[in-house]
């Protein structure tokens, strides 16, 4: 069965045609695969980055903040928030 698929001219080029056909099929949901991981790490950055201005924002508070309880009296005075 397999030698006559070999041998026979139409039946070789259906059988080249099926395989073209399905490596082209695998090449693309590869491609589809690559763009969903693409898109998740895409995501997972942002999440990231966000978390990380966030982070900054705090750090900045803290390194305004008064040292002790008179700094914030006089701060509270004096209308500095």
């Known amino acids: 069965m397999i030698g ?3 041998t026979h ?3 070789r080029k259906a059988l080249g045609l099926i395989l073209t056909g ?3 099929l695998l090449f693309l949901l590869n491609l589809r695969r690559a763009g969903e991981r693409a898109g998740r ?3 997972r950055l942002d999440a990231r980055e966000r978390n990380d201005a966030i982070h ?3 750090l900045d508070a803290a ?3 008064p040292p002790d309880r ?3 009296a006089d701060r509270l005075r004096d209308g500095r928030f």
């Open 70 to 72: 008179d700094a914030l």
């Open 56 to 58: 900054r924002q705090m």
């Open 22 to 24: 399905a490596a082209i």
């Open 4 to 6: 006559w698929l070999l």
């Open 63 to 65: 390194a305004r903040r």
């Open 41 to 43: 790490a895409a995501e």
């Open 9 to 11: 001219g139409p039946a």
